[in-house]
C-alpha cells in the first residue's frame, strides 16, 4: 500500500530564511507527487505537482520540489520564507487514473520576525 | 482548475442530529471526493462520488453514516447522520479531472474550503 511520511510534524524558521519540508514516499510504480498548503480555516491549495520528467519542479509562491526517486523523497524547498508561508503543508502521493492519493500528516510551519 | 464552494462553512450541532454539507463546482468534473481532517491531523478519504454510479466508500466509513449524492457533474453533498462529538472535524470535498475509463487523471485534487463542524 502506498504511504507518505513527513517526519517533521512543527518547523519553525525566521523570516527570510530559506525552508526545507521532508517528504517520503512508497509507492511500487512511478509515483504521482504533490504538495499542498493549508492556511488557517482554509481548504488545501495545490502548490507544485511532478508526474515525469524534470525532476526539479517550480510551484508557485516561490516553492521547489525535487523529487528523488533513490531516496524516495520529495522534499519541498523555498529559498527565502515570507511571514505569510506560515500554515500547515501536506506532501501526497497517487498512482494516476483511479488510484487514491494517500495524504502525509502535515508540517506545520511557523514564521518568526 | 476548478473553483469549488461548501455550504455551510462551519455549524455546530447536536448530538444525533445530522447534517448535509453540500459541494458546488463551477466546471463539470467526473471525479468528486469527500475527505474528514480531524483536529490536528491529516486528510482521511470517507468515499469516491462519481457521477452516475454509487459512492464508493473507504474502510470504516459506511453509507449509512455518510450518504453522498452526486445528482450532476457540478453538486454533491455529503450527509453526516446521527451526530456524536467523535464526527466533529472539518470536512473537505475535492475535485479530480479525467477518469473514468480516461487515462489522463493524475491524481491532481482541487479542493474546497472545508465546512467545520462541531458536535456538542
Known amino acids: 500500500a502506498q504511504s507518505v511520511t513527513q517526519p517533521d510534524i512543527h518547523i519553525t524558521v525566521s523570516e527570510g530564511a530559506s525552508l526545507e519540508l521532508r517528504c517520503n514516499y512508497s509507492y511500487g510504480a512511478t509515483p504521482y507527487l504533490f504538495w499542498y498548503v493549508q492556511s488557517p480555516g482554509q481548504g488545501l491549495q495545490l502548490l507544485l505537482k511532478y508526474f515525469s520528467g524534470d525532476t526539479l519542479v517550480q510551484g508557485i509562491k516561490g516553492f521547489e520540489a525535487e523529487f528523488k526517486r533513490s531516496q524516495s523523497s520529495f522534499n519541498l524547498r523555498k529559498p527565502s520564507v515570507h511571514w505569510s508561508d506560515a500554515a500547515e503543508y501536506f506532501c501526497?502521493?497517487?498512482?494516476?487514473?483511479?488510484?487514491?492519493?494517500?495524504f502525509g500528516t502535515g508540517t506545520k510551519l511557523q514564521v518568526i520576525p | 482548475s476548478a473553483v469549488i464552494s461548501q455550504k455551510p462553512s462551519r455549524d455546530i450541532c447536536q448530538r444525533g442530529t445530522s447534517l448535509t454539507i453540500q459541494c458546488q463546482v463551477d466546471s463539470q468534473v467526473t471525479m468528486m471526493f469527500w475527505y474528514r481532517q480531524q483536529p490536528g491531523q491529516s486528510l482521511t478519504l470517507i468515499a469516491t462520488?462519481?457521477?452516475?454510479?454509487?459512492?464508493?466508500?473507504e474502510s470504516g466509513f459506511v453509507i449509512d453514516k455518510f450518504p453522498i449524492s452526486r445528482p450532476n457533474l457540478t453538486f454533491s453533498t455529503l450527509t453526516v447522520s446521527n451526530m456524536s462529538p467523535e464526527d466533529s472535524s472539518i470536512y473537505l470535498c475535492?475535485?479530480?479531472?479525467?477518469?473514468?475509463?480516461?487515462?489522463?487523471?493524475?491524481?491532481?485534487?482541487?479542493f474546497g474550503p472545508g465546512t467545520r463542524l462541531t458536535v456538542l
Open positions: 475535492s475535485v479530480e479531472f479525467g477518469g473514468l475509463g480516461l487515462s489522463s487523471s493524475y491524481n491532481e485534487q482541487f
Open positions: 462520488a462519481n457521477q452516475g454510479s454509487e459512492a464508493t466508500y
Open positions: 501526497a502521493v497517487g498512482g494516476g487514473g483511479y488510484q487514491k492519493v494517500t
